[in-house]
């Protein structure tokens, strides 16, 4: 079992900058594919991005070239460091883990609210 709790979220202005940390409890932390979602009102929750344990990364179009996905497994702590903000992003973002051979997300964190405003 893992526990996830987001911070970092909030309000801020087009163009800005936000850096999301996702704490994970457990002892396996490092062997999880971790991934951050978002959900805006009214829509499905989507990808963001995606480390794996070695360390490779994936991301959504939308948010390449302005997002970065990065964890520390020594904190057993995901990040995602948002630049370029833009109204559009304003979401519940969600951290979420995937153990090793699943193909989907077994544990999610409660989300964190970050507001773009334009």
């Known amino acids: 079992q893992v526990q996830l709790v987001e911070s970092g979220g909030g309000l801020v202005q087009a163009g800005g900058s936000l850096r999301l940390s996702c704490a994970a409890s457990?002892?396996?932390?490092?062997?999880?594919?971790m991934g951050w979602f978002r959900q805006a009102p009214g829509k499905e929750r989507v990808f963001v991005a995606a480390?794996?344990?070695?360390?490779?990364?994936d991301y959504a179009d939308s948010v390449k070239g302005r997002f970065t996905i990065s964890r520390d497994n020594a904190k057993n702590t995901l990040y995602l460091e948002m630049n370029s903000l833009k109204p559009e992003d304003s979401a519940a973002y969600y951290c979420?883990?995937?153990?090793?051979?699943?193909?989907?997300?077994?544990?999610w964190g409660q989300g964190t609210q970050v507001t773009v405003s334009s």
């Open positions: 480390i794996t344990w070695v360390g490779s990364t």
């Open positions: 457990g002892r396996t932390f490092n062997t999880y594919t």
């Open positions: 979420a883990a995937r153990r090793p051979g699943k193909r989907e997300y077994d544990f």
